[in-house]
Structures are given as C-alpha cells and as structure tokens.
C-alpha cells in the first residue's frame, strides 16, 4: 500500500528536501498553499488538498485542512475495523505522515497569527501516533528520513518522541496566545491590572547545571521561551559549568547592577554569596569600585559572585585573580584580562551587559506558585526628613545608595554604608536588632559616621538606638510603626537624621 506524506509548513527550512527523499522512498505527497507551491517548483509530484478532498482553501485561507478526508485520514485507528470500514464507506485514504509547523505567533502576535488547521493537524497526527509520524521541527528531519531508509516506517518510540514533541509545540503555542490575549495586547483582551486566573508560561532547558543548591540535588536551568532571561546575551568565555546558586546569585547581583546604573553615572561594582550582597560601591573608577566593595567583607567574598559595570582591564584582573571568584561577569574584558584570567581555569567568566528587574517575580512553594510584581526602586520624591537634624547632601547620596542595597538583602536587612561603599551588612535575621548587630559588627570602626539603611521599619527604638551608640549618624527607613514616634526620639536624642521613605523592601 502506498505511504501518504501530508505536508504544511510556514517555516520551509529544508522542506523540499525533505519531500524529494520521502518522493524517492515511493511516498505520495500531499500538500497546500506555499508548501504544495514549493514542491511544485522544486519538480516535485504533489496533490493538492483541494484535490484531495474536492473541497477548496475559502475564507481567505483560513479553512484549508479542516475537512473530514484529511483528518480521518489521519486520525483512523488502522487496528479498529469499524475505523477502516468508515474509510472505505466515505472514500477517505490513509496519511501516514504529518509534516507541520506552526505561523509564528510567538515572534508575530496578532489574530491572523493565530493557526487553527495546523495545530488541529499536528494534534490529530499526534493523538493517533500509534499508527501516523507527525514533525514539527525541521530539525527533526534527518533523524526521520535515516530511520525510513533503514527500516522502511518508523518505531514505536520514534513515533511517541515525535508525538510529544507535537503536543509540547501546540501547548506552548496556545501558552503563547493565552498570554497575549489575557495581557490586554489583542483586540477586546482584558487589561484590568489584575493577576490572571490562570497563569501559563513556556520554559524551555536552556542549561543542565552541576547540582541544586546541595551536592545531592539535581537542577536544570530553564529560561522563558521568546523573552529575554538570565543568560540572554551571555557568553561563557571560560570555566567550569554553573550551578544553581551560581545563577541565583548571578540574578539578583546583576539587578542590583542595572539598579545602580540607573541611578548613578560612576561604575559599580557587586559581590553576592548565599544569595546576599556582602559588598556594593560605586567610585569614579571600576578598579576602585572594586576594591572598595571587596573592602566591605573580603571574608564573605571568598567565593563568591562578582557582577561589573563597565570593561575590566589587566591591571584589574589581576586584582580579582587574588580572591576566589566562583563567577565574574561584566561588558567587556580586555586580551590582558583574558589571559590574567586563563589561569584560574574553573572560574566561570561571562560576557554580558546588565540585566533589568523582571516585571514579576515568582517563587515555587509546595504544589503551587506566588506570584507578584517586582520589587523596583520607588521614586524617592515623597521622601521626607522627620527628625530635626537633617541630611547633608553627602548623607543622603549615600542614604540613598544603601536604600538601593537593601533592596537586595534578605529579610530583616540593615545596610550600613559610606563614600559610596557598603562597610557593613545584616541579612536574615529573625530580629531587626540582630541585623543591626550583625552590620555593626561587619563594619567594625568603619560604622563612625556611616549611613543606615533598613528595609522596614524599627518596630522599636531599640534598633535606631544600637546603630547611633555605634557611631551612625544618618538613618533611611519605611517609617509606619505605632511606635514611630518613640524611634523618632531616639534619633533626635542621639542627634541622628532620619528619613522616612513610606515603603518598606522586603525580600525573603
């Protein structure tokens, strides 16, 4: 009996090809519109769907494949008699192979974007693949014509492969068109400012890491087809794989970045570990930057990440080269810092520009998902002074940059920070006193004449209190406790200034 070959594809990347090696396998072709024009121009002997089913494309192309004789061709059970008796009643011959591939709704959203017949197809071949091949990858046509050379059909499992690689093809295209239309971008879609009812998102693996966060764990790195990720624009130059602490740190060191970018014209520099900043600086030069972030807790930043703003050069590299760096990324790297850096052979060293805030941020609990904006810096224009010593302008630059810091640092966060430099941090701890402990201590005599940043409010004065006997003298907070009054105080008695930004930054 012959083998029947349906092919309707928008990408043509390697179609003609494929058709003319199943033409000389002895299988009939049967095709429409552009991809039938193809393989006619190409000398190939192809039937028409119209032909096929007596039954021409109307609607301005939009009801093409949708015909009984194209779907019962595919989607007949070849092991069920009724099946083949409904064939043989209705005059309807078998397809073997489906070959489609979808308009690209994901690159061009629009209604006219919007494929109805060649996921209804893709489906159908796929749903009967018991019986029916069906591609929807070109890159999947190697593997297929080498398997039908060899053994005339294709297996079993190749035919399951092929099937679930067609589902995962239409639901990633109707994940796309969901998302479209439920974000307001199509015509009547809702736009509302509401979270949807239903959240659907593609992730493709785009990296198998080493482990998870434990040696035990395993992890992949999946990245959100057709947007910008992570690692979009990121070129690996050298080292070992990433891990997924690695890219943990690498995320939020690199808002943190961008963050500082935005607000400040010096370069920047940024060192993470265990998912914290534990030194941040911006300087008239990078080199500087460096320095004075490595400066803020060189113990913690003994392998850690380190994210740059601008090109390292030699002189630089060979700076970084004298701490264990896991990762370093920045812009650029000069042929001297490549070859400083073409020792430390398992140091992972990435090529990219900063990466903004994702406009959601999403975290995985126990068979669910939260949800929720991104935390983004507010603009500081309702920021008000509440004690009766003011900022000096060297004070609330750096009040300023240490709010933008803190952003960054786990729950409760206390950041303590000057000439442009954190000196100080305290990070996850169950009290707002114990953070400050922490960052006083970190910042050893450098807190004397260091400004406080928090990323809540002092439910007590107690806190204010143990950052001013250690020689802090300005202070930038959320403000809204009961007690706000009472810490108040206590700044105007220690003669500390104190600004209230009216929203608090937590990060968990």
């Excluded at 593609?202 to 992949?220: T, V």
């Excluded at 400050?436 to 209190?465: L, M, N, Q, T, W």
Aim: hydrophobic share 45%; glycine share 10%.
């Amino acid at each position: 009996m012959k083998r029947r070959a349906l092919l309707s594809v928008y990408d043509k990347s390697g179609v003609v090809e494929f058709a003319r090696e199943l033409a000389g396998l002895g299988w009939d072709l049967l095709s429409s519109g552009g991809t039938a024009a193809a393989l006619r121009d190409a000398g190939l002997a192809v039937t028409e769907t119209a032909d096929f089913t007596g039954f021409p494309a109307i609607l301005g192309h939009r009801v093409v494949t949708l015909h009984p004789k194209v779907h019962g061709g595919i989607l007949a059970d070849r092991d069920v008699p009724e099946h083949l008796d409904d064939l043989d009643r209705y005059g309807i011959e078998p397809i073997d192979l489906v070959v489609g591939n979808l308009y690209p709704f994901d690159s061009e959203p629009s209604i006219e974007m919007i494929d109805v017949g060649g996921p209804a197809m893709v489906r159908a071949a796929a749903k009967n693949h018991a019986h029916v091949g069906v591609v929807t990858d070109p890159s999947e046509y190697g593997a297929v014509l080498g398997e039908l050379r060899a053994s005339g059909t294709l297996s079993d499992e190749t035919r399951r492969h092929l099937a679930l690689a067609a589902f995962q093809r239409t639901a990633e295209y109707d994940a796309a068109i969901a998302e479209w239309m439920e974000n307001g971008k199509a015509d009547g879609g809702l736009d509302d400012g509401d979270f949807p009812k239903n959240f659907t998102l593609l992730y493709e693996k785009s990296l198998a890491l080493r482990y998870g966060e434990n040696p035990h764990q395993r992890a992949a790195y999946y990245a959100r087809r057709g947007e910008d990720h992570l690692l979009s624009g990121v070129e690996k130059l050298q080292g070992k794989n990433l891990s997924f602490n690695n890219l943990g740190d690498l995320d939020t060191a690199r808002a943190l970045l961008a963050d500082l970018m935005g607000s400040e014209d010096r370069p920047a520099a940024v060192i993470f570990k265990h998912a914290n900043p534990c030194g941040v600086a911006v300087a008239e030069t990078l080199a500087e930057a460096y320095a004075k972030a490595l400066a803020s807790d060189p113990l913690s930043a003994f392998g850690g990440v380190v994210a740059l703003s601008s090109a390292v050069d030699g002189e630089l590299a060979w700076e970084i080269s004298q701490v264990f760096t896991e990762v370093l990324i920045a812009p650029e790297f000069s042929p001297e810092a490549r070859e400083v850096f073409a020792s430390k052979l398992n140091m992972v060293l990435l090529q990219a520009g900063p990466l903004e805030q994702s406009k959601l941020s999403a975290r995985h609990v126990t068979g669910g998902l939260l949800l929720q904006d991104g935390d983004r810096a507010e603009d500081d224009a309702e920021y008000r002074i509440v004690t009766e010593k003011r900022s000096s302008r060297d004070q609330t630059s750096g009040l300023l940059f240490a709010w933008r810091v803190a952003r960054s640092v786990k729950s409760n966060a206390i950041v303590l920070a000057r000439d442009g430099a954190t000196v100080g941090i305290g990070a996850g701890q169950m009290s707002r006193v114990d953070s400050s402990e922490i960052a006083v201590k970190k910042a050893g005599e450098r807190v004397r004449g260091a400004v406080a940043a928090s990323d809540a409010f002092f439910p007590f004065a107690d806190g204010v209190e143990a950052l001013a006997e250690a020689g802090v003298t300005a202070v930038i907070q959320p403000g809204g406790s009961r007690r706000d009054a009472e810490v108040i105080e206590a700044a105007n008695r220690h003669g500390v200034a104190m600004v209230f930004t009216g929203r608090r930054h937590f990060l968990h």
